[in-house]
């Protein structure tokens, strides 16, 4: 599985902006899809995750109530909505995939990573 991370850009505090990551390969459909994200010098963080048919989403303390996660698994694509965005969820933000059916927040989960898109919110 290949995937390949779009959507981010430069906003202004409270903006929203929707990532989109596109896989293209067999299998995405069979598995779950996680975001993360990195701030430079940083270790990746753990941002929202949906398992394999869309049931379950799990996210970070830090945005929940403004980030959504989707997929649409027709068109091998999941989606991070942010809303509300705050100088804080400035960071290069990363899709993964691969492994297991259900959600889960370690980066050891997933075996499939896109190459991320920069996401920088000014106050």
């Known amino acids: 599985v290949q995937l390949q991370a779009s959507g981010g850009g430069l906003v202004q505090a409270g903006d929203s902006l929707r990532l989109s990551c596109a896989a293209s390969?067999?299998?995405?459909?069979?598995?779950?899809v996680a975001w993360f994200r990195q701030v430079a010098k940083q270790g990746r963080e753990f941002v929202a995750a949906?398992?394999?048919?869309?049931?379950?989403?799990d996210y970070a303390e830090s945005v929940k109530g403004r980030f959504t996660v989707s997929r649409d698994n027709a068109e091998s694509t999941s989606y991070l909505q942010m809303n509300n965005l705050k100088p804080e969820d400035t960071a290069i933000y990363y899709c993964?995939?691969?492994?297991?059916?259900?959600?889960?927040?370690?980066?050891?989960?997933?075996?499939?990573w896109g190459q991320g898109t920069l996401v920088t919110v000014s106050s």
């Open positions: 949906i398992n394999w048919n869309g049931g379950d989403t």
């Open positions: 390969g067999r299998g995405f459909s069979s598995n779950a």
């Open positions: 993964a995939s691969g492994k297991y059916r259900w959600t889960t927040t370690a980066q050891q989960g997933y075996a499939y």
